[in-house]
């Protein structure tokens, strides 16, 4: 169990590290803040969940359409798990809105980091 906590500590840490710094932007789509929660659940099978949440909003002064939030998921090797992607039809000037994306699977809780990319049309 200690093993367990201690790898989920630095889990923790390594997604401090990814999300601290500047916004991440797409035109005027910008992510103004992100977390990351690593989950290992036991029973039959081991499943594991990466959930990032975050607020993304439109700080220009139009409509913007087809609004996307991807995450890239890491392992410590640099090792892609899963690119995954969250998306909203419309977000208007200052409107913000709160994403969520999650990688499921037994390996999910291998996410030693991640990074956001942001676009839209």
Same mark, same amino acid.
């Given at each position: 169990m200690a093993v367990r906590n201690s790898l989920l500590a630095a889990? $923790? %840490?390594?997604?401090t590290v990814v999300t601290?710094?500047?916004?991440?932007?797409?035109?005027?789509l910008q992510v103004t803040?992100?977390?990351?929660?690593?989950?290992?659940?036991?029973?039959?099978?081991?499943q594991s969940? $990466? %959930?990032v949440r975050g607020t993304?909003?439109?700080t220009g002064r139009w409509n913007i359409r087809d609004c996307r939030v991807s995450v890239s998921f890491y392992d410590y090797k640099g090792n892609v798990l899963g690119v995954l992607t969250d998306s909203k039809?419309?977000?208007?000037?200052s409107e913000s809105w709160s994403f969520r994306i999650e990688l499921k699977g037994k390996d999910a809780w291998n996410v030693a980091r991640y990074s956001l990319t942001t676009s839209n049309k």
């Open positions: 889990i $923790a %840490l390594c997604a601290s710094g500047a916004c991440i932007s797409g035109n005027e803040e992100h977390h990351i929660v690593v989950q290992e659940y036991t029973g039959d099978t081991t969940s $990466a %959930l993304a909003r439109n039809p419309l977000l208007s000037p």
